[in-house]
């Protein structure tokens, strides 16, 4: 008995646009081109969310949705900033796979096929991670820098060198929609999340036309979401200073005592006690705020109020029948 396609995937995009008015007309014709010869297969649906953007780009979204019935345009009420576009598109999106992608042509369209291909391999985030990029040399080095702290102090694993171009499954999506905080760090969630995660290597191009939407003021408060928002190193950093600082005043007495007892003719009167006190005040102090950090902390993630844990599948001993259908179903 012949099958209809039920297996026709639905292939959604996502892309944040914020002042890209000389990007969209471009950018759309590439993502078409790249993605028409697969069209028999998938079902392709493109989601512009625009994100307060003060040029003409609503306008060109609006053209393109008139010509391209796939096209969803989202228009945020102001500019409420890249992550929260992006959320806006997910929590609207309803497709198997959703591809999140810059809208400035810096993440190639053709690079959104090698994650498609990861997902019919089984994964369930493909994220694509820069080989090489063509920024400018500031952007290269802070880019690294703040990488490499993450590395050093997040809780997660967060592959370095990515940005939000990635390919995420439903489950994915479904369990991001979960997450609420409002210092958004995505490309973090989607490591907090979990699931089968691969990542494409691609050479990142030159922004096609137009500026940066994010200057370094919004760089660096991007950068403390990152590390603020999955690690909580920073405030048990005030504890160990506390330690080390109570330490000193303890190598303090140590040397106080020597001294009285081995070179009692150099001792200088009243030096000992109020040196020794500063420490010993000093530490004490550090290592209470440390404890109300430690409250702080416990406080944070409480407020943060994510979700315990995310459950990828659940066994039980069922019929070899069933599990095909399964396999089938996704
Ligand atoms: N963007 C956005 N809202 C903002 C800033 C940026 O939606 O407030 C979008 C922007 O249109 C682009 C993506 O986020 O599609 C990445 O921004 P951009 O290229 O300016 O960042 P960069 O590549 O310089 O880090
Ligand atoms: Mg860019």
Do not use: C
């Not at 008015?21 to 969310?49: K, M, Q």
């Not at 089968?196 to 939407?213: E, I, P, Y």
């Amino acid at each position: 008995m012949p099958t209809e396609p039920t297996t026709r995937h639905r292939v959604a995009f996502i892309f944040p646009i914020y002042n890209e008015e000389a990007n969209i007309d471009l950018l759309h014709r590439t993502v078409d081109e790249v993605t028409a010869p697969l069209a028999g297969r998938y079902d392709f649906s493109f989601i512009y969310v625009d994100d307060g953007s003060r040029d003409a780009s609503l306008e060109r979204l609006t053209e393109l949705g008139a010509r391209d019935a796939r096209v969803t345009v989202v228009e945020l009420s102001r500019n409420f900033g890249h992550q929260m576009a992006v959320t806006a598109g997910l929590d609207l999106v309803d497709a198997d796979a959703t591809i999140i992608m810059d809208s400035d042509l810096q993440d190639p369209p053709r690079v959104a096929l090698e994650l498609l291909e990861k997902w019919e391999e089984g994964y369930e985030v493909v994220y694509a991670q820069r080989r090489s990029r063509r920024d400018s040399p500031f952007k290269r080095f802070t880019a690294s820098a703040f990488y490499w702290f993450l590395q050093k102090m997040a809780a997660v694993e967060i592959p370095k060198n990515t940005g939000d171009f990635r390919l995420v499954d439903r489950k994915v999506v479904d369990e991001l929609r979960k997450y609420r905080e409002r210092d958004r760090f995505l490309r973090g969630l989607v490591s907090y999340v979990g699931f089968k995660q691969t990542a494409v290597l691609f050479d990142r191009d030159q922004r096609h036309a137009g500026v940066t939407g994010y200057p370094l003021t919004k760089m660096l408060r991007f950068a403390a979401d990152g590390i603020l928002g999955f690690s909580t190193t920073p405030l048990r950093m005030i504890t160990r200073m506390g330690y080390l600082i109570s330490l000193l005043s303890f190598l303090g007495v140590l040397y106080v005592v020597g001294v009285k007892l081995f070179a009692p003719e150099t001792a200088v009167p009243g030096w000992a006690f109020i040196t020794i006190a500063m420490f010993f005040l000093g530490g004490i102090q550090i290592i209470m705020l440390g404890v109300l950090g430690s409250y702080i902390g416990r406080t944070y993630s409480q407020v943060q109020n994510r979700p315990l844990y995310t459950v990828a599948s659940v066994r039980t001993g069922v019929p070899e029948t069933a599990q095909d259908n399964r396999s089938a179903a996704r």
